[in-house]
């Protein structure tokens, strides 16, 4: 727990490892230079501290290859330098955007959590590449709400999975590649949720259709969107 008021700045490598969950709770870290996770704790971790990337040159967020080592609250706000991201980095709490150039490359930013009743705001339009929302278990509800005014756009594949509700209010995601439903348990919420890709676009709800709860629109200026399952 860093207490509350408390900012520990890191200008060099902030660095998260180890094997078991990883908790950030309450207070700040500012990370100045590139941040690497190494956690493979799959399970749980996150916490309520805020990672502040606030650095003023170009930084690097690298995560594991799959969804672990789960980050708090991230929030960005640089005046300078790019920020890039390699791997799945996975975010349990929030997502706050600022300033700053955003590079997502190959990436996937992945909102997922295994605490029940779980709850996070991402606030800020950006685009990324590959995005996931993902319950961990079946006793890890999740209720992400984007904030009002707030796009998220999603370039590459956006995959909604998990075992448990995943709740998805307010705000708007445009899917303009694939879309991925997985998950085993009810999608559903108020967020408006548009295909917009300019080229042709799949939908894949296989052994979920009946989980998925939620208003789609469909508007392209060109491109189809098919419909992979029944």
């Known amino acids: ?5 408390t900012t520990l700045t890191v200008p060099g490598t902030l660095t998260l490892s180890g094997l078991d969950w990883l ?5 700040t870290i500012e990370a100045k230079g590139n941040v690497s996770i190494t956690n493979t704790d799959a399970g749980d971790g996150g916490g309520s501290a805020t990672i502040l990337i606030n650095g003023t040159v170009d930084q690097t967020v690298t995560g594991p290859s799959g969804i672990s080592g789960f980050l708090p609250k991230v929030s960005i706000n640089k005046t300078a330098g790019t920020l890039s991201f390699v791997n799945t980095v996975s975010i349990e709490q929030g997502w ?14 992945a909102f997922a959590t295994s605490v029940n009743n779980q709850t996070a705001t ?4 950006t685009t990324f590449n590959h995005l996931t929302f993902h319950t961990v278990d079946t006793t890890a509800s999740y209720t992400v709400t984007i904030a009002s005014g707030t796009t998220l756009t999603v370039p590459g594949t ?4 998990g075992l448990d509700t995943l709740t998805l209010n307010t705000g708007t995601i445009e899917a303009q590649g694939n879309v991925t439903v997985s998950a085993t348990a009810a999608v559903g919420g108020s967020a408006a949720f548009s295909f917009t890709g300019t080229a042709n676009q799949t939908f894949t709800l296989t052994g979920a259709e009946a989980n998925l709860n939620m208003d789609l629109t469909v508007n392209k200026s060109s491109g189809t969107v098919t419909l992979a399952s029944n």
């Open 1 to 5: 727990t860093i207490a509350s008021g």
């Open 23 to 27: 908790t950030l709770n309450t207070g």
């Open 96 to 109: 706050t955007y600022t300033a700053g150039t955003l590079a997502f490359g190959t990436s996937t930013i």
């Open 122 to 125: 991402l606030t800020g339009s």
């Open 158 to 161: 956006l995959t909604l999975s």
